[in-house]
């Protein structure tokens, strides 16, 4: 898959020492920002937000339905809920209402659940996010683990297969059973893999993690597939995922809390998106044809994997973010 007419920029690498400190440093930060690692003489101001004004029909970029739903969360100022639309921003529906702070929603591979973090009171009366399950309608809503974690889980991830969750905790990427509860150590070999935003391809043998950069693993634990990838800037960055047919590593980089760049990474090369807007929680279609991001303004943009026709959906009115196209 690839975006033409679009800057490149060629693989980094830096050592093992490097990537540790590198990847700590992130975790202490909702946002994971770091500014202080961008090279401000190669990375100008990036602009405004195209100014594309609101909603474009559907008709003026795509002919016929587009494939899949997009789970996002929602905050009206008041709490954060998980909603549930069509690609092209149709069907709005509410999955949760409760005064909870909901966040971070995962489709599972057959797209019948949807993970998501919500808080949590432990034995020791600390409140820490932990994963919830709900049907992809919102029914039959539980705790992944009959028994709260004590820690601070984010960014849910589903195996192919069902069976497990990739987690962060600690500034780790842990691995929940879903059968059991359990909490378990993602390894590189016999390392902990430290990061966040870990995620699976389709065929669940490969796992991609952010943090520095960007590191592929077996998912069995059994070691790193190659190097690990430093951004074009040096910098922090989101929500890596494989395209659908695994060849291409969607990902955004968090150069600052306000500027972030979406990229496409394909063998040895970044290839940029979007020089405007924010790609919080940029995310496939199942097609491997179409991107959801959030932008500067706090709502939901569209665009296809080459980085054009750029829609902006309606929503709910309030703050959308974090979406997450289904399979």
């Known amino acids: 898959m690839s975006a033409s007419n679009h800057s490149t920029y060629p693989i980094r690498t ?191 043998q490969k796992v991609v993690v952010a943090g520095g950069g960007i590191s592929v693993y077996h998912a069995d634990g059994s070691g790193r597939i190659g190097v690990q990838m430093a951004s074009p800037h040096i910098a922090a960055v989101e929500n890596p995922s494989f395209a659908p047919d695994g060849t291409t590593i969607l990902l955004t980089e968090a150069i600052t809390p306000e500027r972030r760049k979406l990229y496409l990474f394909a063998g040895t090369t970044f290839t940029l998106l979007s020089n405007s807007g924010i790609g919080i929680g940029a995310s496939w279609a199942p097609d491997g044809k179409q991107i959801v991001f959030g932008n500067r303004r706090g709502h939901l943009s569209r665009m296809s994997a080459g980085g054009n026709q750029r829609v902006e959906l309606a929503g709910t009115g309030g703050v959308d973010n974090q979406p997450a196209y289904s399979h």
């Open 14 to 204: 830096y050592g093992l020492q490097a990537r540790l400190r590198r990847g700590l440093s992130l975790l202490g930060t909702a946002l994971l920002a770091l500014a202080a690692a961008c090279d401000s003489a190669s990375s100008p101001q990036a602009p405004e937000d195209d100014p594309v004004g609101g909603p474009v029909p559907e008709a003026a970029v795509t002919a016929g339905p587009l494939p899949g739903k997009i789970a996002f969360t929602a905050s009206d100022g008041v709490q954060n809920d998980i909603y549930v639309m069509n690609a092209d921003g149709s069907n709005l529906t509410r999955l949760t209402s409760t005064p909870e702070r909901e966040f971070e929603p995962a489709w599972s591979w057959d797209n019948s659940k949807i993970a998501f973090l919500r808080p949590r009171t432990d034995a020791s009366a600390q409140v820490h996010p932990d994963v919830f399950v709900v049907d992809a309608n919102g029914a039959n809503g539980h705790w992944a683990s009959s028994t709260p974690s004590g820690l601070n889980l984010r960014a849910p991830a589903w195996s192919p297969d069902g069976s497990r969750l990739l987690v962060s905790a600690s500034g780790a990427i842990m691995s929940m059973d879903l059968a059991t509860g359990a909490l378990t150590h993602f390894k590189n070999g016999q390392q902990d893999v430290t990061g966040l935003y870990a995620s699976f391809d389709a065929t669940g």
